[in-house]
Nanobody
């Protein structure tokens, strides 16, 4: 059974940092692309960052230069380091594990940026 679990969300002040983690089990982790999405109330879910099985990373324009995605295939985990957080970054952040037609989601972790 495949499980995807996010952690690391919380409340942070504007300008602060958080580090999210995504752990996956039940799959050959290294062959999957891993993405972080986020969704705010009343908005569509948006892609934040993706890291391929080969380690190439891509980011949404809104987070470039502030967020960094990284993977550790030995630990079956992916992290999202988020710096210079702003209120617009407030959302539920979801981890997605994907390869061809196989697509798995975590339950999400809440990130709130507020003073």
């Amino acid at each position: 059974q495949v499980q995807v679990v996010e952690s690391g969300g919380g409340l942070v002040q504007p300008g602060g940092s958080l580090r999210l983690s995504c752990a996956a089990s039940g799959i050959i982790f290294s062959i999957y692309a891993i993405s972080w999405y986020r969704q705010s109330p009343g908005k569509q879910r948006e892609l934040v960052a993706t890291i391929t099985s080969g380690g190439s990373a891509n980011y949404a324009d809104s987070v470039k230069g502030r967020f960094t995605i990284a993977r550790d295939d030995a630990k079956n985990t992916v992290s999202l380091q988020m710096n210079s957080l702003q209120p617009d970054d407030t959302a539920v952040y979801y981890c997605n594990v994907q390869r061809t037609y196989l697509d798995y989601w975590g339950q999400g972790t809440q990130v709130t940026v507020s003073s």
